[in-house]
């Protein structure tokens, strides 16, 4: 088949959850002998020009062409997934898949020139903090409905937002969730040479800082604890730096709260390795893509009760009230004086997670889809 993915900002790219699932997916359907297309965003990385990568044409097997994009904030996704979608109507294309709801909104033009078109909704975006009550909330929503119309498939990552389109629009979905690799842990040296931390001395919340992550809960929480662990919080801001503003007004300078920005290679690889606890509070999510791989990494997770995280993890980590400060502090403190047990969850984590999201499986669910 000729495939054309279209709606993320960059591959290859760790700009946010869905870039990674685009090139997993894609990288693994060339192997399958598929031919995939990449449609991606010009500008500059959402987390800062600093963090550019070359342009690339080709990449572990997937065409890359780039598109048309004005970069502003509000105007990047808009223009690009237009200028996407266009491109993707008139190329030699069995499937278009468009990721995400706000791409959704072009999702006509492929369908109007007899392309196949599927939709993966990888969360209820226009209910995410950053765009409540703006044009940009109303714009994904329609996105949402206009991807229900024209979409022939359309995937879900949690049973919950397959309720929510079976309720709302009477629209049956596909359930495929993301996936992850195996991986090998890394020795703690960048980060003991960056940050003077050690294995099991920190608590790590890695991923992206937008509001409904939760930060804020985290940061709260962690200084009601009698602790000598550290507290990092890693990633970059999806046009949110007035929220990491907040955050470190909200640390108040504490030494043992550390914001390392955004994190990629083998500084992620060595944090994901090297924590006692990772945290995800999150209030939203699809499915976080963070705390699949976190797991992968063999880490104890705590994260809020909502369907979304704990389809993930089941029993194998601690949950918490979502949004609820005292909760968190207390499982955080249970954790800390109960290291049998985080050495358990970090046991199970590994093996469980890459036994039940194995990504070659969930490829081949996806191409099962096209070809219906």
Known sequence: MRIAMVGHKRVPSREGGIEVVVEELAARMVMHGHSVTCYNRTGHHVSGKEYDIEHLDEYRGIRLKRVPTIDRKGLAAVTSSFFGCLAAAFGPYDVVHIHAEGPAMFSWLPRLTGKRVVLTVHGLDWARDKWKGSFGSWYIHTGEKTGVR?????????????KYFQDTYGRATRYIPNGVNPVAPAAPDIIREKYGLEKDSYILYLGRMVPEKGCHYLVDAFKKLHTDKKLVIAGGSSDTHWYIDQLKEQAGGD????????????????????????????????MPLCLLEAMSYGNCVITS?????????????????????????????????????????????????????????IVVETLKLYQK
């Open 305 to 361: 009760d909502i369907e979304e995280c704990y389809n993930v993890i089941h029993d194998n980590g601690i949950v918490f009230r979502k949004g609820d400060v005292d909760d968190l502090a207390q499982k955080l403190t249970y954790a800390l004086e109960h290291p049998n047990a985080v050495r358990m969850f970090k046991w199970l984590a590994a093996e469980y997670v890459c036994t039940r999201f194995p990504w070659d499986k």
């Open 150 to 162: 024209f979409a022939h498939e359309i995937i879900v990552l949690n049973h919950s937002t397959q």
């Open 255 to 286: 030494d043992c709260i550390i914001f390392t920005g955004f994190v990629d290679g083998a500084l992620r690889e060595e944090l994901y390795s090297n924590a006692y606890l990772f945290v995800l509070p999150s209030d939203l999510e699809g």
